[in-house]
Nanobody, 124 residues
């Protein structure tokens, strides 16, 4: 079992940048497909990006491509989400998630482990 802890959220002006990090304990992140999701109040959790730390393959949802990059550090056992040119509509709670079956999925129901979330607020 793995425990995930997100950090790096906060307040940023539109057009700025923010870097979110997800640290793991209990098991190496190479054992999982790792993903970032986001959720606004009253809405369903929404896929942002995922990464396979064994090969480095990544994928992002279309509306963040070119602005958001997911990356991993196997030595530090962390996964990061670099957000550039942020928009007010990027305001959400961002969650790190791990899929023990290592599927290549954007469905939140297929992820087994979650962090507590970190709030990102973008002001216009």
């Amino acid at each position: 079992q793995v425990q995930l802890v997100e950090s790096g959220g906060g307040w940023v002006q539109a057009g700025g940048s923010l870097r979110l990090s997800c640290a793991a304990s209990g098991r190496t992140l190479r054992s999982y497909t790792m993903a970032w999701f986001r959720q606004a109040p009253g809405k369903e959790r929404e896929f942002v990006a995922f990464i396979n730390l064994n090969g480095g393959s990544t994928s992002e949802v279309d509306d963040v491509k070119g602005r958001v990059t997911i990356s991993g550090d196997n030595d530090k056992d962390t996964v990061s989400l670099q957000m550039n040119s942020v928009k007010p509509e990027d305001t959400d709670v961002y969650y790190c998630a791990a899929d023990a079956n290592r599927r290549w999925s954007s469905e939140f129901s297929e992820y087994d482990y979650w962090g507590q979330g970190t709030q990102v607020t973008v002001s216009s």
